[in-house]
């Protein structure tokens, strides 16, 4: 029988060759001499279970079996989960069911400032247990907060704005696959970069890009912070600091990394799991999988050192000695236990909010920042919101809002922008208030950062004076 012949008898072509196999056999062992080859291939395709010992055809109705089970998708009973926060599109919520379908899901929860995002929605939380998702840790991975609180006195903040904006445009890098003029320095570069043929090929990529910040929603910014009580953030007093902020993370060697393991994930699907292409999975005693965790763990120690450097560079630059700071990643997985069971917690844009957990969550460039402690709220997964979340795409952002008009009213509330896209101004963004009472189970307010001087990656867009 050729190719045609099998292929008109319902073989799938995957299945052919296992089916020439079967016959080759039969024709062997001298079997096709009384029976009819198609007669003896139709006996498996009808229930290829019941051929799996035999000594002929096995292969053929192995390979049926095999074909059967990677090709057809497999039911899975949708995990349940929390939300916190009433304003939350139903694209992100389609994006949650599908996410809580995963096979090795086992816990899950979205953050009141969620918005549709890839695979996994911004603000969602997922927890699988020996599996690890790279499009739900992120393209940006370890993308985190900083806040550090400078020795200077607080009347900078409103005598002294356009020094410290030129302090922010010495001290900051800002724009897609921008680089320092001079490479700097920090001891992540030491560390062993050998953990991933990604991370080995984009070591120079991540020297040249230390201390920079990036596009899209990263920022650095001056401003007030308002301590609430004694020791509420370590050695630092009740009472007013001029304070700095940043939000950046792994820069170009991160995106690398996320997009080569999500790409081997991705083929590493069988064919009936072709739906969870931005869910995809490594296992984490798999190869790959160890790759992939080694590699997101650095690029959490290159995120840090970004910011490290960012601040290390502007406080210099301005004089300030630093009294305290306050970091944490958003975008990263965590081996952590719950209910016992030690699981892989996915924060896509959360905030870790353990008991007692100190953690940063900004609003917009006109709306407060806020210093947390967490709650260790179990059905969250131990984790809060990372931000006001946005409520219109980039794209409508641009058609809506006047560049110039937005500086000027921030002008007017003692705010001065730098440079910034037309996307980022504070009406793309959910009120931040409102996402913070949204989530009072899950986070107490320590301190508040009002922003003063706020520098971003302009787009072009200018003010007119």
């Given at each position: 029988?050729?190719?045609?012949?099998?292929?008109?008898?319902?073989?799938?072509?995957?299945?052919v060759?296992?089916?020439?196999?079967?016959?080759k056999?039969?024709?062997?062992?001298?079997?096709?001499?009384?029976?009819?080859?198609?007669?003896?291939?139709?006996?498996?395709?009808?229930?290829?279970?019941?051929?799996?010992?035999?000594?002929?055809?096995?292969?053929?109705?192995?390979?049926?079996?095999?074909?059967?089970?990677?090709?057809?998708?497999?039911?899975?009973?949708?995990i349940?989960?929390?939300?916190?926060?009433?304003?939350?599109?139903?694209?992100?919520?389609?994006?949650?069911?599908?996410?809580?379908?995963?096979p090795?899901?086992?816990?899950?929860?979205?953050?009141?400032?969620?918005?549709?995002?890839?695979?996994?929605?911004?603000?969602?939380?997922?927890?699988?247990?020996?599996?690890?998702?790279?499009?739900?840790?992120?393209?940006?991975?370890?993308?985190?907060?900083?806040?550090?609180?400078?020795?200077?006195?607080?009347?900078?903040?409103?005598?002294?704005?356009?020094?410290?904006g030129?302090?922010?445009?010495?001290?900051?890098?800002?724009?897609?696959?921008?680089?320092?003029?001079?490479?700097?320095?920090?001891?992540?570069?030491?560390?062993?970069?050998?953990?991933?043929?990604?991370?080995?090929?984009?070591?120079?990529?991540?020297?040249r890009?230390?201390?920079?910040?990036?596009?899209g929603?990263?920022?650095?910014?001056?401003?007030?912070?308002?301590?609430?009580?004694?020791?509420?953030?370590?050695?630092?007093?009740?009472?007013?600091?001029?304070?700095?902020?940043?939000?950046?993370?792994?820069?170009?060697?991160?995106?690398?990394?996320?997009?080569?393991?999500?790409?081997?994930?991705?083929?590493?699907?069988?064919?009936?799991?072709?739906?969870?292409?931005?869910?995809?999975?490594?296992?984490?005693?798999?190869?790959?999988?160890?790759?992939?965790?080694?590699?997101m763990?650095?690029?959490?120690?290159?995120?840090?050192?970004?910011?490290?450097?960012?601040?290390?560079?502007?406080?210099?630059?301005?004089?300030?000695?630093?009294?305290?700071?306050?970091?944490?990643?958003?975008?990263?997985?965590?081996?952590?236990?719950?209910?016992?069971?030690?699981?892989?917690?996915?924060?896509?844009?959360?905030?870790?909010?353990?008991?007692?957990?100190?953690?940063?969550?900004?609003?917009?460039?006109?709306?407060?920042?806020?210093?947390?402690?967490?709650?260790?709220?179990?059905?969250?997964?131990?984790?809060?919101?990372?931000?006001?979340?946005?409520?219109?795409?980039?794209?409508?952002?641009?058609?809506?809002?006047?560049?110039?008009?937005?500086?000027?009213?921030?002008?007017?509330?003692?705010?001065?922008?730098?440079?910034?896209?037309?996307?980022?101004?504070?009406?793309?963004?959910?009120?931040?208030?409102t996402?913070?009472?949204?989530?009072?189970?899950?986070?107490?307010?320590?301190?508040?950062?009002?922003?003063?001087?706020?520098?971003?990656?302009g787009?072009?867009?200018?003010?007119?004076?």
């Amino acid at each position: 029988m050729n190719k045609r012949d099998l292929l008109n008898l319902g073989v799938d072509p995957a299945c052919v060759s296992a089916a020439r196999r079967a016959l080759k056999a039969l024709a062997d062992a001298g079997r096709l001499e009384d029976g009819d080859p198609v007669t003896l291939l139709r006996e498996v395709i009808a229930d290829p279970t019941a051929f799996t010992q035999d000594r002929h055809r096995k292969i053929f109705a192995r390979a049926l079996i095999d074909h059967a089970t990677h090709t057809t998708p497999r039911h899975v009973e949708p995990i349940a989960y929390q939300t916190w926060g009433r304003h939350i599109d139903d694209k992100a919520h389609g994006q949650m069911r599908d996410a809580c379908r995963v096979p090795s899901a086992v816990g899950a929860a979205l953050m009141p400032d969620a918005h549709l995002g890839y695979g996994l929605p911004i603000g969602g939380v997922l927890a699988t247990e020996g599996t690890v998702i790279p499009y739900a840790v992120g393209v940006d991975i370890a993308c985190r907060m900083k806040i550090s609180v400078l020795d200077l006195p607080t009347k900078m903040l409103d005598e002294s704005r356009p020094l410290l904006g030129a302090v922010l445009e010495q001290g900051t890098v800002f724009g897609a696959g921008r680089e320092h003029e001079k490479s700097q320095d920090h001891p992540v570069l030491d560390a062993d970069w050998r953990v991933s043929p990604i991370t080995i090929r984009n070591k120079n990529k991540a020297r040249r890009q230390l201390g920079t910040s990036g596009s899209g929603n990263h920022f650095v910014e001056f401003g007030r912070l308002t301590v609430g009580g004694d020791d509420a953030i370590p050695g630092l007093d009740k009472g007013e600091y001029v304070a700095l902020m940043s939000h950046s993370g792994s820069r170009g060697p991160g995106a690398a990394v996320c997009k080569h393991y999500s790409k081997v994930a991705t083929q590493k699907l069988r064919k009936g799991d072709k739906e969870f292409e931005r869910l995809a999975w490594l296992d984490l005693d798999s190869e790959a999988g160890q790759e992939y965790w080694a590699a997101m763990n650095l690029m959490g120690d290159y995120a840090a050192a970004n910011h490290d450097v960012i601040h290390r560079l502007v406080s210099s630059i301005v004089g300030g000695e630093v009294l305290a700071s306050v970091e944490n990643h958003h975008n990263f997985a965590w081996i952590e236990e719950h209910g016992g069971n030690e699981l892989v917690v996915h924060r896509k844009g959360a905030t870790p909010a353990g008991a007692g957990v100190l953690g940063v969550i900004p609003g917009s460039m006109a709306s407060p920042a806020y210093v947390v402690r967490g709650k260790g709220q179990p059905q969250s997964m131990n984790s809060a919101a990372h931000g006001a979340g946005r409520v219109m795409s980039r794209t409508q952002a641009k058609k809506t809002f006047d560049y110039g008009e937005v500086v000027r009213d921030l002008r007017a509330d003692e705010i001065d922008l730098i440079s910034a896209g037309a996307d980022e101004v504070p009406g793309v963004y959910k009120d931040i208030d409102t996402v913070m009472s949204e989530q009072a189970d899950l986070v107490e307010t320590v301190a508040r950062f009002d922003p003063k001087v706020v520098k971003m990656c302009g787009d072009g867009s200018r003010a007119e004076d």
